[in-house]
């Protein structure tokens, strides 16, 4: 079993940035991909951005390609989302995934999520 607790979220401007972090316990996460995605109200989840095993592969959704970043320190158990100028779409619950065995934005292949972290942009 993979515990997943994300942190990091809170109030943000637009054009701001913050950090989230995902920390791991239970196992070790380096067998599996990592994603990172994201529910707003009323709307269904959506992918944000995955990363392979050994950080070597990444991918986004085209809503955050070029101003989110998603990092991994499998040495920590540890994955990261720096996300830059933050949008005032962006406003969402961020959710922490494992256990998909490859890199992909199809939610059903993580067998593992965290409780979501708040993100809020004010207007």
């Known amino acids: 079993q993979v515990q997943l607790v994300e942190s990091g979220g809170g109030l943000m401007q637009p054009g701001g940035s913050l950090r989230l972090s995902c920390a791991a316990s239970?196992?070790?996460?380096?067998?599996?991909?990592m994603g990172w995605f994201r529910q707003a109200p009323g709307k269904e989840r959506e992918f944000v951005c995955a990363?392979?095993?050994?950080?070597?592969?990444?991918y986004y959704a085209d809503s955050v390609k070029g101003r989110f970043t998603i990092s991994r320190d499998n040495a920590k158990n540890t994955v990261y989302l720096q996300m830059n100028s933050l949008k005032p779409e962006d406003p969402a619950v961020y959710y922490c995934?494992?256990?998909?065995?490859?890199?992909?934005?199809?939610?059903?292949?993580?067998?593992?999520w965290g409780q979501g972290t708040q993100v809020t942009v004010s207007s």
């Open positions: 990363i392979t095993w050994s950080g070597g592969s990444t």
């Open positions: 239970g196992r070790a996460l380096r067998s599996y991909a």
């Open positions: 995934a494992a256990g998909s065995d490859r890199l992909t934005t199809d939610a059903r292949l993580y067998n593992y």
